[in-house]
């Protein structure tokens, strides 16, 4: 897990469908020529069950997905530095869903 997080994250710009779209996207974009499932190796990189993946994924009981999973997942993209994991990174960034800077302190901002 990735301990150094500086980033604020506009969960509210994203519905839960829109996130767990995203959440996909970037599992995908990550793991999915390695063989193995996606959501355990996010869950491994991500140091939580892959159960709980699971439940960010559920449409059935949909559970948040926190702020400081999207700064991990967003680190492990830029990590992992492919075309596609760095142009997922760059949208994050340039959509105003990750930020590096405070915007305002209005409750849609989450720090973490």
């Not at 997080?5 to 990550?30: F, G, P, S, W």
């Not at 492990?76 to 869903?97: N, P, Q, S, Y």
């Amino acid at each position: 897990m990735i301990k150094n997080h500086d980033y604020y994250v506009y969960k509210r710009l994203l519905t839960h469908d829109e996130q767990k779209a995203l959440l996909i996207e970037c599992a995908k974009a990550m793991y999915e020529d390695t063989g193995h499932s996606w959501w355990r190796q996010l869950a491994k990189e991500l140091d939580i069950s892959d159960v709980t993946v699971r439940k960010f994924l559920s449409s059935a009981r949909p559970t948040s997905i926190p702020a400081g999973v999207w700064c991990d997942v967003y680190n492990l993209l830029v990590e992992h530095g492919t075309e596609k994991t760095t142009a997922i990174a760059k949208r994050m960034k340039d959509t105003g869903f990750i930020n590096d800077h405070i915007k305002d302190s209005g409750d849609d901002m989450l720090h973490w």
